[in-house]
C-alpha cells in the first residue's frame, strides 16, 4: 500500500501541522536551525557506509530501516519524529515505487535516490518521480565529495520546505480564525438586521395604528347624536373593509337589544327585517360580556357559534365585538358576508384599534344626552360620577 493512499490527504496535512509546529518551536529556542532527522533505505551496507560518515559530520540523525515496507511504516508513522530526508537504495525492489510515494505524500519530505550505477536515464526517471537528486554509491573520495553536496542540499531543501510549510499553517491559522471572526460577525449584524426589522415592523404597526387612531377619531369627534355617529362609524369601517353588511344594536333600559343601524350589502329586503330582529334577540347577548373582536372566518365556525339560529346567517363569516365603557356595553356590532369572500387578516385588527374609540365618543354622547340613565335620574351635567366628567373636553387624538 502506498503512503499517500494509507494516510490520504486529511492524513497529510496533519503530519504537515505537526511538522511546522515541530519548525516553530525548534527556531523559537535560541533561534537554531532544527536539526535534519535522514532515514536510510536500504537492504545493503554500502548506503550506510557512504553516507553515514557525511550526515555524522553535518550534524544530522539518521536512522536506518532494510526494507521498503519498513520505511513506509516509518514514514507513515506520526506518533515519531519527522523525517526530513530519505535516501533509497536503487537497488532494492520497489525502490522507484517508494521515492515516488514518498514524493507524493507530503511536501516537505525530501527524497534522494542512490546508485551504484547512476545514468543520464536513472537520473531523469528519479527526478520525475520526485527526488531531489540521484546521489553517487562509491567510496572514492570523488564520490564522497558529491554525496556530501547532495545530501546538504537535501537538508537544505527539506528546511526550506519546512519554513514554507510553517508559513502556509499560520496563514491557514489566521485563516480560520478571520473565517470564525467573519462568521461571528456575519451572525451578529444578522441579528441586528432582523432586529431593525422587527423594530421597523413594529413600529410602523404602531405608526399606522396612530394614524388609523386619528383618521378615524377626526371622522367621529364631530359627531354629536347617536344616529350620525353610527352612521359615520359604518361608513368608515366599510371604507377600510369593503363592501359587507353590518349593524349595529344597542341596549335598551329592559335589558334587551334594538337595532341602531344598519347597513345592507347582499341580504334580500323581504327577511332583512325578520333576519336583524332575531340577530338583535339571538346575537347580541351572547356578545355582550366578551370584550374583544371575535373573528368567524368560516361558515363552520359561524354555525358553531350560533348553534340551533346557524340556519339566519348560512355560509357568511363574521366580524362581532362589543363597546364597553366602565364595564357596560354601549353597543354590539357586527359585520357578516359571504364567506366566499372572507374578510382580510387586518380587518379583525383594525376593529379592535377603533372599538375604544367608538365606544369612547358613544359614551360621550350617551352622557350628553342623558340616554344611559332613567328619566327620573337625569341631572345637569357635572352632576354625575366622577369617571364621566372627562368626556367634555376628552382628545381622543392624543
Known amino acids: 500500500m502506498s503512503l499517500a493512499g494509507e494516510n490520504g490527504s486529511g492524513a497529510r496535512r496533519t503530519r504537515a501541522r505537526k511538522r511546522a509546529a515541530e519548525v516553530h518551536n525548534a527556531a523559537s529556542v535560541g533561534g537554531r536551525r532544527p536539526l535534519a532527522r535522514v532515514l536510510l533505505v536500504s537492504c545493503r551496507a554500502t548506503l550506510a557506509s557512504v553516507a553515514g560518515p557525511v550526515l555524522g559530520s553535518m550534524d544530522a540523525a539518521v536512522e536506518s530501516v532494510d526494507s521498503v515496507d519498513a520505511a513506509r511504516a516509518r514514514l507513515g508513522d506520526d506518533a515519531r519524529p519527522r523525517v526530513d530526508v530519505v535516501v533509497i537504495d536503487e537497488g532494492m525492489p520497489e525502490s522507484i515505487d517508494l521515492l515516488r510515494e514518498a514524493a507524493q505524500s507530503e511536501p516537505a519530505l525530501v527524497p534522494v535516490l542512490a546508485s551504484e550505477t547512476p545514468s543520464l536515464d536513472l537520473a531523469i526517471e528519479a527526478m520525475r518521480c520526485g527526488a531531489a537528486d540521484l546521489m553517487h554509491l562509491d567510496d572514492t573520495d570523488e564520490a564522497a565529495h558529491a554525496a556530501r553536496g547532495s545530501l546538504a542540499l537535501a537538508i537544505d531543501r527539506a528546511h526550506l520546505a519546512q519554513h514554507r510549510e510553517s508559513r502556509v499553517e499560520r496563514l491557514r491559522s489566521v485563516c480560520r480564525q478571520l473565517n470564525t471572526a467573519r462568521q461571528d460577525i456575519t451572525s451578529q449584524v444578522s441579528g441586528m438586521c432582523n432586529d431593525l426589522v422587527e423594530a421597523y415592523q413594529e413600529l410602523s404597526g404602531q405608526i399606522d395604528q396612530l394614524s388609523l387612531c386619528g383618521e378615524f377619531n377626526g ?180
Open 219 to 398: 371622522v367621529i369627534r364631530q359627531e354629536l347624536d347617536i344616529e350620525s355617529l353610527l352612521r359615520t362609524a359604518l361608513e368608515f369601517i366599510l371604507a377600510k373593509i369593503g363592501p359587507t353588511n353590518a349593524a349595529v344594536f344597542l341596549p335598551s333600559t329592559s335589558s334587551d337589544f334594538s337595532l341602531g343601524a344598519y347597513v345592507n350589502c347582499d341580504i334580500q329586503k323581504d327577511t332583512l327585517d325578520t333576519l336583524l330582529d332575531h340577530l338583535a334577540d339571538v346575537l347580541a347577548p351572547r356578545f355582550e360580556k366578551r370584550p374583544g373582536v371575535h373573528h368567524y372566518e368560516t361558515r363552520r365556525e359561524t354555525a358553531e357559534m350560533l348553534g340551533a339560529d346557524a340556519h339566519w346567517l348560512p355560509e357568511h363569516a363574521m366580524l362581532v365585538f362589543p363597546c364597553h365603557r366602565d364595564d357596560e356595553c354601549l353597543a354590539v356590532v357586527a359585520l357578516f358576508r359571504d364567506d366566499r369572500t372572507p374578510f382580510e387578516p387586518g380587518a379583525a385588527a383594525l376593529l379592535e384599534t377603533i372599538s375604544k374609540l367608538f365606544a369612547s365618543q358613544l359614551a360621550r354622547i350617551i352622557h350628553v344626552h342623558h340616554r344611559h340613565l332613567p328619566k327620573h335620574q337625569w341631572g345637569a351635567p357635572g352632576d354625575g360620577p366622577d369617571e364621566w366628567d372627562d368626556f367634555d373636553d376628552l382628545d381622543l387624538a392624543a
